[in-house]
């Protein structure tokens, strides 16, 4: 498997609009972060995970072809902003969108005319697959286990497909779910900044986390300005906890 790393920014983006910190006026590439967002592709499948509001300028980077599916992690407007550009793929067909249902009632609500009885010609074409944590369900060649981690006090998804496990807005985790995560190769998962914050993991909490997991390689997401320059911080990090960058392409 292919994992393209669409985004890897927190919910506003950095830079952060109107902001001239350290961060957000570097020059370096790897310090621009769009939505968090990413691409699973095998010779058969392809899946995107999330689709934020960013959407329409990451896959303008990506060869124009079918996209079998949709994961959504939670129905966070930075998740899933970016759903109304996706009509340009309706014309291989319907997308199959797979959410909770808590994201699914909020995908109804973001996008009521994608589902009303008599849509407007040209409005995205949406088949909405509800699914359930601990549910296995197939998509092509692909076998994706949802689980739950905890986003402040909202239970939101994450995926193990084979050898990965993506995570993101993650604050805490049941004991339970690890179970789900443990044996991954590859561990993606959110680190916001160095300050605590009530819903989303700081970076120590994510090497913890890493640590706990074990995984041959972690990538850290979901950053914001505050967590500094990209070369600085992964200087810091072990070689085996880093911070991805927005267009990484890793082999799963
Ligand atoms: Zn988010
Ligand atoms: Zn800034
Ligand atoms: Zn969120």
Redesign the pocket.
């Known amino acids: 498997m292919k994992l393209t790393f669409l985004g890897t920014g ?2 506003c983006g950095v830079p952060t609009i109107g902001c001239k910190c350290y961060t957000c006026t570097s020059k370096d590439p790897h310090d621009k972060r769009l ?2 967002s990413a691409l699973l592709e095998t010779e058969q499948t392809r899946l995107l995970i999330d689709c ?1 509001p960013d959407f329409r300028q990451q896959i303008m980077t990506q060869p124009f072809r079918k996209i079998d599916g949709i994961l959504i992690t ?1 129905a ?1 407007y ?2 899933m902003g970016g759903m109304d550009d996706i009509r340009p793929y309706c014309q291989f067909g319907e997308i199959n969108v797979y959410a909770d249902p808590l994201a699914c009632q909020g995908m109804l609500q973001m996008l009521p005319y994608c589902f009303a009885e008599h849509r407007y010609p040209g409005v995205p074409a949406i088949q909405l697959h509800q699914i359930e944590k601990h549910h296995p369900f197939q998509i092509g060649d692909l076998q994706i286990m949802p689980f739950e981690v905890m ?1 402040h006090d909202l239970p939101i998804l994450g995926f193990r497909i084979g050898s990965l496990a993506y995570i ?2 993650m604050k805490s985790i049941h004991e339970e779910e690890i179970t789900f995560i443990k044996g991954c190769e590859t561990l993606v998962v ?1 680190a916001l900044r160095n300050t605590p914050h009530h819903s ?1 993991q700081t970076l120590s909490e994510a090497v913890d986390f890493a640590r706990r997991i074990g995984a041959r390689q972690t990538w850290l997401i ?1 950053s914001s300005h505050d967590i500094g320059r990209h070369k600085e911080v992964n200087a810091q990090l072990p070689s085996d906890i880093q911070l991805a960058y927005d267009g990484q392409v890793i082999e799963v």
Do not use: A, L, P, Q
């Open positions: 927190t919910s939505r968090c934020g939670h966070h930075d998740h986003h993101t807005d959110n989303h979901h």
